[in-house]
Every structure is written in structure tokens, then in C-alpha cells.
């Protein structure tokens, strides 16, 4: 790397100028000294983006994303296109796939950057490394870098200078981070003196904000994690397997992941991708596993998004002769795959890290699933953050302790969905994210033009303390009002932009944000499994239903495995007893329903075995995993008393359990 001294106005440049910079250079067209500290309760302040991609062009084979977010060569050297795009972008195939069009663009970066990078340009880099330290002066203080790739993508592409193998793509995207940091540190004098810091835990995450830097949080989104993929339903990972994997990506320092992502893969179901990009996806997905999604009616008000039904030739070839993608019943719109068991094995493996599960692009009944398994244990750790979730799930969220981010959208759909959630923030005391999903081939705000509510250059930041003039690199001056969020140096200009449109309420919920995020990922490691005061309990039933080769007695409901159950006979009103020993504090009683599953039932409690007082109910049970919360009685005996089977058979559950906290 080419170092140059950074010239200087004033005497003391400050402690967030460089001592030297490549030469030549993007500009940051920031002034001011970045806000450090907390605020007067002790929280600290600043924006949070919950989804960002800074090394995605090291993953789908490493020619799918064009130009690097730093270099030791320089500016001229990271932004650069493919070779294959030069002269005139004719062979940028992922372009035409993605955006329409021919593909064809000016493929100089560095010093015109005449085409890209642009809000519409898909396949160029967006995070260089400047840009993403504009955000920084402009008031972000954590970014969650995730790690991302695809293995089927990098396969079928044209391009590509390595191999397809996902977590050898992570690692790697790992090892340029952790380099990216030193790249960093060098200019500022040495290692730990800059102000781009990976965090491994909360509280040092809290100090670097407090520092005044941006915590920088390892996550992962790829679409076959641990290696599990399924082939025509069968799965290619084992437990093992993803204890190893999990081990792995905890000592790189992640600490947030996808369990799937664009394909149904061992883990789980997803949620689907619309137009011809749903159908691109689809065709990967039979790529991948041999099989296209299955779609069902939904059973709840939640439903995955509509599948992509337009056509997409450059992928369709892809598919072998004969095979096509199939058609869709327009009232089927949930995925027919869930959390399978190697899932929710690996649900409960983050758990165990205290890493934080993103549920965005589950489908809708694997996301449930989740739900169900984190709120059985009072896991907080459960993070949103880009829009992929159905919005039904917010408060289901917000009561576990998660965070919520939006997608990087236009100023105005951004504020508006911001304020359709303001009551439940205010409820939940919580504040507000943004994930920019840059270099995630998304698209991104566009231009606004000469509006009465356009951004103004120069601006002050939300601290007031900086002031904020439009950007240039090289000969290229990017202005938010005519070129939209180009690239990641633009989004304390969107910033403003939301609060020209929404108002100063949207803005001081986003400034909040960090708080909030590092509230919940804080919790999740503080966190620790409530004692099963149910494990091993004398238990008795009303009945237990007869079979000469498996037992259904009452005790199954309460020996720690999955693979035995208590069953009743076929009648409504049925009943499984448990004897906790002596008296205890209940709160919260776990139910994990067999399909014979309760749809009107209650919880009942007794000193004595005689007399019993209902502590919670309910006439709408639908299965699965349910956890009753009450306020905290003391009781020797718990009963699950049926009144309404769910199904023809009677009542059936893998495992009961009985916590005091």
C-alpha cells in the first residue's frame, strides 16, 4: 500500500484523520469530530446497519462482484471491473440476468466511474473502503458484515478464478475482514488505532462505540451452511457436522447466521424470491437439490412471498432437456418445507453459543418453528434484518427481545413503513435499523430529483456535530437527489433524505438502534436455560392409549428424549399429571405436541393434588411447540388438562417441561 501523508488545514488534524492514506485517494467530504461516549442514561448512540455484504466479491467464485473494498495497491487497483466486462460490458451476464437489458456499460471505475458504482449496478462494488468510513463520520456505529455466497451460482456462472465450496468462501470472507481491519489500523499508526474494530461480545462492542469507532459484528448468509444441502429430500450433513461448523464459525468470530438462504436446503425451507428472479432462484433450487419448491396454502396470516412466475431465460437453459419449472396455485403461497430436525439441532447449537439466529428468509413454517423453540427457552437472540420476515412476526419478536432492521429503501417507503411500527417500538422501548444489503444484488433508493423536500449540501449529521458535503472519488461527485444510494458513502446522505421526508422521529429511532441491537445480542449471551423442574417427574394420566410394541405411558412425556411421547386415548377430556416433588415457583410450562396435538386446553396448578387452579388456557392450540407464561405460583403438581382435541386422535406430547424463570 502507497501511503502518503494526509494534508492538514489545521494544526491538529484530529484523532479520526489518518497519519497517512493511499495516495491518490476517494474523498470522505466529512468535517468534524465523530461523537463519542453515551448519552446521559449510559446507552450509546449511533445508527446500526444489521445487513451489509463488504466482502461478497471473494464469494460465487469471485468474478460475481467487481472491484474490492480495499487494496493495498490503491484506489485504481480496487475499483476496477471484471476482466470480462472491459470493453464495453457484453459479457456482464449476471447484469442481463439480474437488471435487464444487454449488460453493457463503461467499465472504468477509478477516476470516472461514468456507469457505475449506481443504485441499479448489481454486480459492482459498493463498499469500498472510504465510503463505508463516510457512513462512519456520518453517525453508524455497527455494521454487520455478513459473509456470504452461493455455491450453485458460482458453479453455473461463466466466470469465475476458484472453486465453489461455501465455507471455504466464508473463511476467506472472514480472513479479508480481519485484513480490511489491519489495512485500517495502518493508516491511523498500528495495530488497534483505527476505527473500523471487530467485535467478538457486546460489551467490547460497547466500548469501541464509546471509543467513538464502528464495532464491526461477523455474520453469515449462504445458502448451504455446514455443507447442508439436501439431494431430493435427503439431507448431506450430519449433527456432527454442524457442531464442527458451528465450533468454526464462532472462533472466526461470527456471531449472527442464516440456517438457509434462496434454496430449501437440510436445515430448513425458505422464503421465496418474486419475478424473474424468483424464477432464476428456482431453477438453482432444482440445481441444487433436485427438486423445485413445493408450495401450500398457508394455515396462518403469515405467508411467504408470491413465487417469481416471469421468465428468465439465461437460467432456464440452465435447466437439463425435458425439465421445466412448474406453475403455481395462486392460493398456495407458504412453502411446504419447515424447520427440519437437523434445524432446530442447529437452532438450539446457536443457542448454546449464544449466537443470534436471523430469521429473515426462513419460510414462514420454519420461521414459526423458531419462534416456538426460542420462546420455550426465553431466548432473546433473534434478529430481522432486512424486511424478508412477514411483518406478522414483528411483536412475536419484539416480545423475545430481538431487533428489527429495514431494508435500505426509498426515503419515503422507508418512513412509512418505519411509522406503521412506531407503536410497537414505543411499547417495546426499542429502536430502529436499517440494513443496506450492499453488494447483495438487491437495488437500492434510487434518484428523488428536484423535490421540495430534497437533501441540501451541505448538511449537518444527527449528532449536529459534523457536517456532511457531497461525495466525490476521482473525477465522479455523487449527489443523493440525482443518483440515489449508490454506494455505502451515500447513506448518511439517505439519512437525510428520510429526514427531509419522514421527519426527525424516523431518524431518532434509527439513532437508537445501536443501543437496541447490542440490548438484544447483550441479552442473548447473558442468557442461560432455565433448570426443567419436569425432567424425571412421577407422572400419571387419565389414560394412555395401548400398543403392544411402543409405550405411551405417561413418564415419555418427560424423559428427555424427542423419539418417545405420552399418548392418550381418543376423547376430548384427558389430562397428564406431573409431581414435581415438593413445592416449587412455576412461571412457564413448555409443551411439544405430537400431531395429536390439544386445540383447547389449560394449564392447571396444585399444592396438594386436589385442588387446582387454572394458571393459563387456551381455545386455540394449532401444535407444535407451545409455551405457557403466568405469573409465578407456587405448585407441587402441574397438570395439561385436554378439553378440545386438535385432531381425531386423542392427546400426544414428546415432552413437558417446567421452569420457574
Given at each position: 500500500m502507497v501511503l502518503g501523508p494526509v494534508p492538514s488545514s489545521a494544526a491538529d488534524p484530529g484523532w479520526w484523520t489518518p497519519v497517512a492514506r493511499p495516495a491518490p485517494d476517494s474523498e470522505i467530504n466529512v468535517t468534524g469530530e465523530p461523537f463519542k461516549g453515551t448519552d446521559a442514561q449510559g446507552r450509546v448512540r449511533g445508527f446500526v446497519d444489521a445487513h451489509d455484504h463488504l466482502m461478497s466479491n471473494e464469494g460465487f467464485g469471485g468474478r460475481l462482484i467487481c472491484g474490492k473494498p480495499s487494496s493495498e495497491m490503491g484506489v485504481a487497483d480496487a475499483l476496477k471491473d471484471c476482466p470480462e466486462h472491459y470493453p464495453d460490458g457484453s459479457l456482464a451476464i449476471f447484469d442481463y440476468i439480474t437488471n435487464g437489458g444487454d449488460g453493457k456499460h463503461d467499465p472504468d471505475g477509478w477516476p470516472t466511474f461514468k456507469d457505475w458504482p449506481a443504485h441499479d449496478s448489481l454486480t459492482h462494488q459498493q463498499n469500498y473502503y472510504a465510503w463505508v468510513e463516510r457512513a462512519w463520520r456520518g453517525g453508524q456505529r455497527v455494521l454487520v458484515?455478513?459473509?456470504?455466497?452461493?455455491?450453485?451460482?458460482?458453479?453455473?456462472?461463466?466466470?469465475?478464478?476458484?472453486?465453489?465450496d461455501e465455507m471455504t468462501a466464508i473463511r476467506l470472507e472472514a480472513q479479508k475482514t480481519y485484513d480490511m481491519q489491519a489495512y485500517i489500523d495502518k493508516m491511523y499508526g498500528g495495530p488497534g488505532k483505527g476505527w473500523f474494530r471487530i467485535v467478538t461480545d457486546s460489551e467490547q462492542a460497547r466500548e469501541v462505540v464509546k471509543q467513538g469507532k464502528?464495532?464491526?459484528?461477523?455474520?453469515?448468509?449462504?445458502?448451504?451452511?455446514?455443507?447442508?444441502?439436501?439431494?431430493?429430500?435427503?439431507?448431506?450433513?450430519?449433527?456432527?457436522?454442524?457442531?464442527?461448523?458451528?465450533?468454526?464459525?464462532?472462533?472466526?468470530?461470527?456471531?449472527?447466521?442464516?440456517?438457509?438462504?434462496?434454496?430449501?436446503?437440510?436445515?430448513?425451507?425458505?422464503?421465496?424470491?418474486?419475478?424473474?428472479?424468483?424464477?432464476?432462484?428456482?431453477?438453482?433450487?432444482?440445481?441444487?437439490?433436485?427438486?423445485?419448491?413445493k408450495t401450500e396454502e398457508c394455515t396462518g396470516p403469515q405467508h411467504d412471498n408470491p413465487i417469481g412466475l416471469a421468465a428468465a431465460p439465461a437460467a432456464q437453459k440452465e435447466l437439463p432437456a425435458g425439465v421445466s419449472v412448474p406453475s403455481y396455485a395462486a392460493g398456495a403461497q407458504c412453502n411446504t418445507r419447515g424447520l427440519t430436525e437437523l434445524g432446530e439441532y442447529a437452532v438450539r447449537g446457536m443457542m448454546k453459543r449464544k449466537m443470534m439466529l436471523e430469521i429473515d428468509h426462513m419460510s414462514v413454517k420454519a420461521a414459526g418453528r423458531a419462534f416456538d423453540i426460542l420462546e420455550s427457552e426465553s431466548y432473546p437472540g433473534i434478529i430481522s434484518s432486512h424486511s424478508w420476515m412477514d411483518d406478522n412476526w414483528t411483536e412475536r419478536l419484539y416480545k423475545l427481545g430481538g431487533f428489527v432492521a429495514q431494508y435500505m429503501n426509498g426515503a419515503e417507503g422507508f418512513s412509512a413503513e418505519a411509522k406503521a411500527k412506531n407503536a410497537l417500538r414505543?411499547?417495546?422501548?426499542?429502536?430502529?435499523?436499517?440494513?443496506?444489503?450492499?453488494?447483495?444484488?438487491?437495488?437500492?433508493?434510487?434518484?428523488?430529483?428536484?423535490?421540495?423536500?430534497?437533501?441540501?449540501?451541505?448538511?449537518?449529521?444527527?449528532?449536529?456535530?459534523?457536517?456532511?458535503?457531497?461525495?466525490?472519488?476521482?473525477?465522479?461527485?455523487?449527489?443523493?437527489?440525482?443518483?440515489?444510494?449508490?454506494?455505502?458513502?451515500?447513506?448518511?446522505?439517505?439519512?437525510?433524505?428520510?429526514?427531509?421526508?419522514?421527519?426527525?422521529?424516523?431518524?431518532?429511532?434509527?439513532?437508537?438502534?445501536?443501543?437496541?441491537?447490542?440490548?438484544?445480542?447483550?441479552?442473548?449471551?447473558?442468557?442461560?436455560?432455565?433448570?426443567?423442574?419436569?425432567?424425571?417427574?412421577?407422572?400419571?394420566?387419565?389414560?394412555?392409549?395401548?400398543?403392544?410394541?411402543?409405550?405411551?405411558?405417561?413418564?415419555?412425556?418427560?424423559?428427555?428424549?424427542?423419539?418417545?411421547?405420552?399418548?392418550?386415548?381418543?376423547?376430548?377430556?384427558?389430562?397428564?399429571?406431573?409431581?414435581?416433588?415438593?413445592?416449587?415457583?412455576?412461571?412457564?410450562?413448555?409443551?411439544?405436541?405430537?400431531?395429536?396435538?390439544?386445540?383447547?386446553?389449560?394449564?392447571?396448578?396444585?399444592?396438594?393434588?386436589?385442588?387446582?387452579?387454572?394458571?393459563?388456557?387456551?381455545?386455540?392450540?394449532?401444535?407444535?411447540?407451545?409455551?405457557?407464561?403466568?405469573?409465578?405460583?407456587?405448585?407441587?403438581?402441574?397438570?395439561?388438562?385436554?378439553?378440545?382435541r386438535g385432531t381425531q386422535w386423542g392427546y400426544s406430547l414428546y415432552e413437558v417441561g417446567v421452569y420457574s424463570s
Open positions: 458484515n455478513d459473509l456470504v455466497t452461493n455455491g450453485v451460482i458460482c458453479s453455473v456462472y461463466f466466470f469465475k478464478d476458484r472453486g465453489c464502528m464495532a464491526v459484528v461477523l455474520g453469515v448468509e449462504t445458502s448451504e451452511p455446514f455443507g447442508c444441502k439436501q439431494i431430493l429430500d435427503i439431507a448431506q450433513c450430519s449433527k456432527a457436522d454442524i457442531d464442527r461448523g458451528l465450533d468454526e464459525l464462532h472462533k472466526l468470530g461470527v456471531r449472527s447466521m442464516f440456517l438457509c438462504h434462496k434454496f430449501d436446503n437440510a436445515l430448513c425451507g425458505v422464503r421465496f424470491d418474486q419475478g424473474a428472479l424468483g424464477t432464476a432462484i428456482n431453477v438453482g433450487q432444482f440445481l441444487s437439490t433436485g427438486t423445485f419448491w414505543d411499547k417495546y422501548g426499542v429502536g430502529y435499523g436499517y440494513g443496506t444489503d450492499m453488494n447483495g444484488v438487491g437495488g437500492w433508493p434510487g434518484p428523488r430529483g428536484d423535490t421540495p423536500t430534497k437533501v441540501t449540501y451541505p448538511f449537518r449529521s444527527t449528532d449536529g456535530g459534523s457536517v456532511i458535503d457531497r461525495q466525490t472519488t476521482g473525477q465522479r461527485t455523487w449527489d443523493i437527489n440525482t443518483d440515489g444510494a449508490s454506494h455505502y458513502g451515500l447513506v448518511p446522505d439517505w439519512i437525510e433524505d428520510i429526514r427531509k421526508v419522514g421527519g426527525q422521529d424516523v431518524v431518532d429511532d434509527l439513532f437508537r438502534g445501536a443501543e437496541s441491537y447490542l440490548t438484544t445480542w447483550g441479552s442473548s449471551e447473558k442468557h442461560k436455560a432455565g433448570v426443567n423442574l419436569a425432567a424425571g417427574a412421577a407422572a400419571s394420566a387419565s389414560s394412555s392409549e395401548w400398543n403392544p410394541f411402543v409405550s405411551y405411558a405417561p413418564h415419555r412425556a418427560v424423559d428427555g428424549s424427542t423419539g418417545s411421547r405420552w399418548a392418550s386415548d381418543w376423547n376430548d377430556d384427558q389430562w397428564l399429571q406431573l409431581d414435581l416433588g415438593s413445592a416449587q415457583l412455576v412461571k412457564r410450562v413448555t409443551l411439544d405436541w405430537e400431531r395429536a396435538h390439544g386445540k383447547g386446553y389449560r394449564i392447571e396448578l396444585s399444592a396438594d393434588g386436589t385442588n387446582w387452579q387454572t394458571a393459563w388456557s387456551t381455545a386455540t392450540g394449532d401444535g407444535g411447540l407451545d409455551t405457557a407464561r403466568f405469573n409465578g405460583t407456587p405448585a407441587r403438581y402441574v397438570r395439561v388438562h385436554g378439553v378440545q
